[in-house]
């Protein structure tokens, strides 16, 4: 069965630009999860979607925000860069079922550098 | 609201010898916990987790940890690691109901020497 997927694997962009970042979970998942991983913060949940609609939300400005669609694939997109957000965002997908107790598999990441 | 704290940002050990990862977490509800291993250049791997019941878990790759609610603590162990093993190690920790996310800890490197 295949992994998670995430592309692009790498991205540079400028300040004041926008990107989009596209995760397919593994088939069957309906709950992809959103992290951004940076050296001083560590791993931060950004948002979970489940069924094509966001059920949880992490602590990030209205600049971060994510869609699924019925296929269950996920985009993140973040608008209006800054320096900061350079990161490593990782997805991860679960069934969704039962979300606090099911195992999250995560994709090898997007490596976003904003310059 | 829920925290992990990892006492150590990084181990150094000899192949083949015994390690722990230390972890302890803090939250008003009962909480799940969870270890994942990011290698170099890849996603997170779920090494084993404690939901319910024994309090000794056992993963993957010989690691096991154990769940001490007293203490607030899930250690990580191994007793002989591999060359391998070096990586970075997550522990993180989830709470039920509707306002579900893995809180994760800052990580340990463990660096394992020849």
């Known amino acids: 069965k295949a992994g998670v997927t995430q592309t692009p694997r790498y991205l540079i962009k400028t300040r004041g630009q926008q990107v989009t970042l596209s995760c397919s979970p593994i088939?069957?998942?309906?709950?992809v999860s959103w992290y951004q991983q940076t050296p001083g913060q560590g791993l931060q949940f950004l948002f979970e979607?489940?069924?094509?609609?966001?059920?949880n939300k992490g602590n990030f400005p209205g600049r971060f925000s994510g869609r699924q669609f019925s296929n269950s694939r996920s985009e993140m997109n973040v608008s209006t860069l800054e320096l900061g957000d350079s990161a490593l965002y990782l997805c991860?997908?679960?069934?969704?079922?039962?979300?606090?107790?099911?195992?999250?598999?995560f994709g090898p990441g997007t490596r976003l550098t904003v310059l | 609201a829920q925290s992990v704290t990892q006492l150590d940002s990084q181990v150094p050990v000899f192949e083949e010898a015994p390690v722990e990862l230390r972890c302890n977490y803090s939250?008003?509800?009962?909480?799940?916990l969870f270890w994942y291993v990011q290698y170099p250049n890849q996603g997170l791997q779920l090494l084993l987790k404690?939901?319910?019941?024994?309090?000794l878990v056992k993963g993957i790759n010989g690691f096991e940890a154990e769940f001490n609610k007293s203490q607030t603590s899930f250690h990580l162990r191994k007793p002989s690691v591999h060359i391998s093993d070096t990586a970075e190690y997550f522990c993180?920790?989830?709470?039920?109901?509707?306002?579900?996310?893995?809180?994760f800890g800052k990580g340990t490197l463990l660096t394992v020497n020849p």
């Open positions: 991860a997908s679960s069934f969704g079922g039962l979300a606090a107790t099911d195992t999250q598999y």
């Open positions: 088939s069957g998942h309906r709950s």
């Open positions: 979607y489940f069924s094509e609609t966001q059920r």
């Open positions: 939250s008003s509800v009962s909480v799940y």
């Open positions: 404690y939901l319910s019941g024994s309090t």
């Open positions: 993180a920790v989830s709470v039920g109901g509707s306002n579900y996310k893995l809180t």
